[in-house]
Nanobody
Framework: VQLQASGGGLVQAGDSLRLSCVAS????????MGWFRQAPGKERAFVAT????????YYSDSVKGRFIASRDNAKRTVTLQMNSLKPEDTAVYYC????????????????WGQGTQVTVSS
């Protein structure tokens, strides 16, 4: 199983970025997908999760209203549209996959991507 995340970069506060994660080696449509992030010196934190069919989405309070998760099962891709970025959004962002029904905890996820760096300057 491989999850390949991309799309990170250096942006200014208020800008937008779109992260993508392409999955291989698993039956993608059978997995709930999640996004997590880890800022320097901090623990990994939940960002967003999206259900197998894409209809169910749940976000952390810190990104609700600014980030949008979506998926394309035919392309085995999950995306995270990040708008109105803030310096506190700076972190390495990881995509992850789980066959669990729920998915707000990192321990619930079986597979992880390598991470993509997002840096937001003020």
């Amino acid at each position: 199983v491989q999850l390949q995340a991309s799309g990170g970069g250096l942006v200014q506060a208020g800008d937008s970025l779109r992260l993508s994660c392409v999955a291989s080696g698993l039956n993608f449509r059978n997995y709930r997908m999640g996004w997590f992030r880890q800022a320097p010196g901090k623990e990994r934190a939940f960002v967003a999760t999206i259900s197998r069919d894409g209809a169910g989405k749940y976000y952390s309070d810190s990104v609700k209203g600014r980030f949008i998760a979506s998926r394309d099962n035919a392309k085995r891709t999950v995306t995270l549209q990040m708008n109105s970025l803030k310096p506190e959004d700076t972190a390495v962002y990881y995509c992850a996959a789980t066959s669990n029904v729920d998915g707000t905890q990192g321990t619930q996820y079986y597979y992880w991507g390598q991470g993509t760096q997002v840096t937001v300057s003020s």
